[in-house]
């Protein structure tokens, strides 16, 4: 006789009540594949937890960005973001896609060259670049982009000594209706600061003004912020060819578009309210078509978008480890699926799906990390279907920063799997082992006996 | 005539001290006497108390919240759909209209119809975008400015003086007299809502209220303002009269005829000493003291169900003043059998 | 480890308790186990029976049945409340 499929036995208690935030659960579908992959064969292959990136996804992403700003706006370039993931292996699909490098630090610098990105394709920001840096991305070429007149002062000194001038934009931050406004980064538009940068440059005659940038924020939701954010930047064009007879050759709108994942407090899913590259590029383009600019020539649109194009592409794999009761009656859902690997569950209410076909009873539960840490929480309050020791499990969309904000605690870091267009497999970066971990440590002498 | 047979679906079935629109537009219906209606109640919780009222609900199911996302609720509307056939679906909360606008294409492709505004309708006039609003259609608005952080409720100092109004971004308001209670509130207002949270200058004066319906084009097919005779602890109106006021009136016929306002909605003035007339929100549906308009001659669910139904409806130009309503509560007797088959099969 | 004898139970997944007026809803395998448990069956009985029936190792059944006895202990369903 066929046995009978069973499933842990479950009571909760029926809570009566008036609308609240919280409603009916609804369905959860289950996920067994992965770009035709199925989710087991590739846990069993590689391990759990498993990040898992999808080639088809981001390719599939960026041409549908790029298409929605190409067909707005005649001169667009995409540059891509590494602090977002700096995989080598995804850094160059978005280059093989013709993507630029930004990068933010001396060591991602290192990397895009290593990528093979050219210097000239290269956008060099963030508050943190040393003399050597500085001297390096002059040499090479590239766009720097100035935060703050501690750094252009340095930069002035640099091309003192350099027979061209280097390239340079300067981060400037705004009031675009959106708040808290980002005024840590670059200089303020409102209160002249901006403007005095730009008087600087042009006065030293050793730098060369190419571009304007901003980067309003993070996880936008709103198309109209990018709006006023252009028009002020090409305000600002035309006002310093008026002024200097100086061209602006690009303007650099940044990042920060949202993703379909939920953010925390949130009161509407993520997938209903983040606008799509449509939208967002309706804003931009619209905004920068109606500005003067000089001659009626319009500069080049450089956006280095970084989340929206890499989150739906990234999946993280995991696996059950145990079911709790805690002290109230509330259950506990342990899982090897951590904080360590899921830095974004800090501020994302991440969506889970189960591997397979589920029972229709959902129990609410937290699901917990495998840390010894009591903050190891990558969903409070979920409701979902009975779990079981051993069950799987996906998290969608955590491709952005994921890779990059990781910890190396208490564990290793798992491994990183690139689906590629024609569905194979290959490991982009292995399962940290104890070498690897201890590889930059040294042990005194008189602490070699223990 | 023969009375229209129509399936009328409708949320907000909390009939509870702080009511949702539901039970009153349901009353609307069937006082109408030119619909024979099928009520189907859809809500959001087991003790919505308009579930148990089979005199007012015929059949009630059970749809997940708009925060479960489009797709999920949409699903389950097909579901009931299919059982039910819908002819209208009237949706009675701030939080499931947006839902709606997002689903407006797939209730379209059913047959359902509705009569709600549009997302770009429903947008500006959001809390947040008031002041903006206020400038382009030339109406009073306080100012107000929105917060995503505690930290950043010291703002409050550089724009306003002390009492602010402090809002969410669906529902709940209160007035903070100081920095401590404006926290306090933010608190208890995120926990709920989400932010963000919108701090508006406070208007003094005597609070009234328009309900009124929109036909899409600029007209206005019903107006009735109102003053609140008393409040309830949770700021809801316990008893209400209707006004003679044309200022009132011309206002609403303003604000419909500049946006094209489609569907229900519901003006929050304060009428100041100097007697200015402010907005200070606007709701985008009917409000749960509709049945006031009811009882003062213009049938505004009614009239929303023809709309939504395609039949033109002759403005309503009268009404008559001096009429209240005063609420009162009762305590209906069911049976834990009636609850079982709602929460156990999502349908009563 | 007795069941509290007014608790009813529907076949609906229904579990009503009228001491404390609490409602409840379990699954499948939940009311399986009510049931024997009204019947007076012995843990090991209900264990055979499962065993038996269901794709589950006996040591398996107990983990999520010592759980779920754990639940109707914590929500005041159980008659005895001495530990199993």
């Known amino acids: 006789m066929e046995k009978k499929i069973f499933e842990r036995p479950y009571i909760k208690k029926i809570r009566a009540g008036m609308p609240s935030k919280f409603g009916k659960p609804v369905k959860i579908d289950p996920l067994p594949f992965i770009d035709d992959l199925p989710v087991e064969e590739l846990i069993k292959q590689y391990g759990s937890p498993l990040f898992v990136i999808s080639e088809k996804t981001i390719r599939e992403t960026f041409r549908k960005a790029k298409m929605a700003f190409e067909t707005r706006y005649p001169r667009v370039q995409f540059a891509w973001s590494y602090k977002t993931n700096y995989l080598d292996a995804v850094c160059r699909i978005f280059h093989q896609e013709d993507a630029w490098a930004e990068v933010v630090s001396g060591f991602e610098y290192e990397k895009a060259e290593k990528n093979g990105v050219a210097g000239n394709k290269i956008i060099f920001n963030g508050p943190d670049k040393s003399l050597s840096d500085l001297k390096k991305a002059s040499e090479n070429d590239s766009l720097i982009h100035i935060d703050h007149f501690d750094e252009l002062y340095d930069l002035i000194e640099v091309a003192k000594k350099m027979d061209h001038k280097p390239r340079v934009a300067i981060r400037v931050n705004m009031d675009t209706g959106v708040y808290p406004i980002w005024d840590r980064f670059g200089f303020n538009y409102e209160n002249g600061d901006a403007w005095d940068a730009i008087n600087r440059i042009v006065r030293s005659e050793k730098l060369e003004l190419s571009g304007l940038h901003c980067h309003i924020g993070t996880y936008m939701l709103s198309t109209e912020a990018y709006r006023r954010a252009a028009s002020k930047l090409g305000e600002l064009a035309v006002r310093a060819f008026h002024r200097h007879n100086t061209l602006i050759k690009y303007i650099d709108i940044g990042g920060g578009f949202a993703t379909q994942n939920t953010l925390k407090g949130a009161y509407y899913q993520g997938y209903d309210t983040a606008p799509s590259f449509d939208e967002y590029a309706e804003s931009i383009t619209s905004a920068l078509l109606d500005v003067n600019f000089p001659d009626n020539k319009l500069p080049l649109l450089i956006l280095e978008t970084g989340r929206a194009l890499i989150d739906d592409a990234g999946f993280l794999l995991g696996t059950v480890l145990a079911n709790k009761r805690l002290s109230g009656g509330n259950r506990a859902t342990i899982l090897d699926v951590g904080v360590n690997n899921l830095f974004t569950s800090f501020w994302y209410d991440h969506e889970v799906n189960p591997v397979k076909d589920t029972s229709d009873h959902f129990e609410e539960s937290t699901f917990f990390g495998p840390l010894c840490m009591n903050i190891d929480v990558i969903r409070d309050a979920i409701s979902f279907p009975l779990l079981r020791k051993g069950d799987q499990f996906v998290i969608k969309r955590i491709g952005a920063y994921n890779m990059t904000q990781w910890m190396q605690f208490i564990t290793y870091r798992p491994n990183v799997v690139l689906i590629d267009i024609n569905g194979s497999t290959h490991v982009i970066r292995k399962m940290e082992d104890l070498n690897a971990v201890t590889a930059g440590e040294s042990v005194p002498d008189h602490l070699q006996k223990i | 005539m023969n009375p229209l047979k129509l399936t009328i679906a409708v949320t907000g079935l909390n009939n509870t001290d702080n009511p949702g629109p539901g039970i009153p537009v349901i009353r609307g219906i069937r006082d109408s006497g030119t619909i024979q209606p099928r009520i189907i109640g859809l809500a959001y919780e087991n003790l919505e108390p308009g579930i148990y009222m089979h005199d007012m609900v015929d059949k009630t199911y059970t749809v997940p919240y708009p925060s479960s996302g489009t797709g999920n609720l949409m699903e389950r509307i097909r579901e009931i759909h299919e059982k039910e056939h819908i002819d209208v679906l009237i949706p009675n909360f701030d939080a499931e209209l947006f839902t709606f606008m997002k689903g407006i294409e797939e209730l379209n492709r059913l047959n359902i119809k509705t009569f709600i505004p549009t997302l770009q309708q429903y947008e500006e006039r959001h809390k947040a975008n008031l002041p903006e609003y206020g400038k382009k259609y030339g109406v009073n608005v306080p100012d107000s400015f929105t917060v995503a952080s505690p930290g950043d409720l010291k703002k409050i100092r550089d724009h306003f003086d002390f009492p602010v109004v402090v809002k969410g971004k669906f529902y709940d308001a209160y007035i903070a007299r100081s920095q401590e209670q404006a926290e306090i509130y933010f608190k208890k207002i995120s926990a709920k809502w989400g932010v963000p949270i919108i701090i508006q200058e406070f208007v003094r004066g005597t609070e009234v209220n328009v309900v009124a319906l929109g036909d899409g084009n600029g007209g206005t097919v019903a107006a009735v303002p109102m003053r609140k005779l008393y409040i309830t602890d949770a700021g809801k109106a316990w008893s209400g009269i209707s006004l003679d006021d044309t200022s009132m009136l011309d206002l609403t016929y303003h604000i419909i005829r500049s946006t094209k306002w489609k569907g229900g909605m519901e003006l929050e003035l304060i009428r100041t000493s100097d007697n200015k007339l402010y907005v200070i929100e606007i709701n985008p549906r009917i409000p749960a003291w509709v049945y006031l308009a009811v009882g003062a001659g213009q049938n505004i669910p009614e009239a929303l169900v023809r709309l939504a139904m395609g039949i033109p409806v002759q403005p309503m130009k009268t009404y008559k003043t001096g009429i209240m309503f005063i609420r009162y509560s009762y305590d209906m007797i069911t049976e834990v059998k009636e609850f079982e088959k709602l929460t156990i099969n999502g349908e009563l | ?84």
């Open chain 3, 1 to 84: 480890m007795k069941l509290k004898k007014s608790i009813a139970i529907s076949e609906s997944g229904f579990v009503f308790d009228p001491m404390s007026g609490e409602s409840f809803s379990v699954n499948e395998i939940g009311m399986e186990i009510l049931e024997l448990m009204k019947q007076d069956q012995p843990v090991d009985a209900i264990s055979e029976y499962f065993v038996k029936t269901y794709d589950v190792e006996a040591s398996d059944f107990e983990k999520y049945f010592y759980d779920f006895i754990g639940m109707l202990r914590q929500y005041q369903l159980i008659e005895d409340n001495e530990p199993a």
